[in-house]
């Protein structure tokens, strides 16, 4: 029999020991037997559970096969060798895993798990700056449909963006949908970059003057941003990178209190991971869409087969070639550091309409 006592167990090799310090021990009885499900249901089906660093600590360290950002994360679809993948991440992850392993089933256990970057955009806005911007090759945020994606040259993620960019050798290009993405690697290159009005509802609402407030009142602070913050929040900060960057640096510098300026879970999940000796002040600041993803509905997923994601086979064909060129130039990723802000052009539905209408 499993003794629950102040998180103390005589079984420290169980997994949901992985959640000491991170999740109160009184909830681990309702957590384990989902756990136990969810791995059980992984063996039975040959299935994997891929998760988002953003996901939540019981996901993140009890029942993922793999971790990452949605680099990493679209790169371990291809190689794992299963066949079914459970995306405990959001949509357009599930369709990017889907485009790169049409042929495994991938299923996403809530259909709510969309993305604010991600609705801000549809593949006809690309056609239209296509033809407002002639010859101007178009690079797409991961954080993206599979419809707008096939309408792109190349994708590519926080990770790897400005050397995405600078690797198409031209001197201006079109990068969606990530209005401070795009301001923020604007910073760190020569190529003219256009922009699309889109945000994330979860980055976005941090600000300088918040950092500035918890630095004032917390010495000895390093804090660690996310590109898709606002480029003044990135001024304020002492490192900015993607999220992988981001754990990069808390494992590597172990600093003695961090601030990591990105979804609430993430801190969690690194603490988890680093144990005692770092700590960690957190901004919290939740995506909704992740965390309609839990243990629950990934045992529904398994056992009902739900949701699975398909896509057009004319639209993944090209998205599929985006997708692809940006994991053929490899891993290489670039931080954020030491940029100069420039004002760059920023496009929006509005604008483009209001083009259309000159030209009739
Ligand atoms: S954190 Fe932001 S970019 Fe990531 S899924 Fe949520 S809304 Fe989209």
């Known amino acids: 029999m499993i003794r629950y006592n102040s998180g103390e167990t005589e079984e420290s090799h169980r997994p949901i020991q992985k959640l000491k310090g991170v999740v109160p021990s009184v909830e681990w009885p309702i957590i384990e037997p989902l756990i136990e499900r969810v791995n059980a249901l992984k063996s039975e089906k040959n299935a994997v559970v891929l998760a988002h660093n953003y996901q939540t600590p019981e996901i993140y360290h009890c029942v993922a ?32 895993s889907k485009l790169l392993c049409p042929e495994k089933t991938v299923l996403i256990p809530s ?17 239209k700056l296509k033809n407002k911007y002639p ?37 201006r290009v079109i990068l969606l949908p990530d209005e401070f993405l ?42 660690l941003a996310h590109p898709e913050c606002s480029p003044e929040v990135l001024e304020e900060a002492d490192f900015a990178g993607s999220t992988s960057a981001l754990i990069e640096y808390v494992r590597e510098k172990r600093p003695e209190k961090v601030m990591m300026v990105t979804e609430c879970s ?15 002040i957190r901004p919290c600041n939740l995506c909704p869409h992740m965390k309609t993803i839990n243990l629950q509905n990934i045992i529904e ?25 940006m994991v053929d130039l490899g891993l290489k990723g670039q931080n954020f550091e030491g940029g100069t802000m420039k004002d760059i052009v920023v496009e929006d539905s509005l604008s483009l309409s209001s083009m259309e209408t000159l030209s009739q």
Request: proline share 2%; net charge negative.
């Open 182 to 223: 795009s301001q923020n690697v604007a910073a760190m290159t020569d190529v003219e970059i256009i922009a699309w009005k889109g945000r994330c509802e979860v980055h976005e609402r941090f600000t300088a003057g918040e950092l500035r407030a918890v630095r004032g009142s917390t010495p000895d602070l390093s804090i």
């Open 135 to 171: 010859n101007v090759p178009v690079v797409t945020y991961v954080n993206t449909s599979a419809d707008v994606k096939a309408e792109s040259d190349i994708c590519c993620t926080s990770a790897n963006a400005i050397t995405v960019v600078e690797s198409l050798g031209v001197e």
């Open 111 to 127: 259909l709510e798990a969309g993305c604010s970057l991600a609705s801000s955009i549809t593949g006809e806005d690309v056609r």
């Open 65 to 96: 096969d793999f971790v990452g950002d949605s680099l990493q994360l679209a790169v371990q679809a291809q190689e794992r060798d299963a066949d079914i993948i459970v995306q405990a991440g959001v949509h357009f992850m599930a369709e990017t």
């Open 301 to 325: 997923s398994l056992e009902l087969m739900r949701y699975e994601v398909t896509i057009p086979e004319d639209i993944a064909t090209e998205a599929r070639g985006a997708v692809q060129r």
């Open 266 to 280: 993430m801190s969690d999940n690194v603490s988890a991971e680093i144990g005692e000796g770092v700590e960690f």
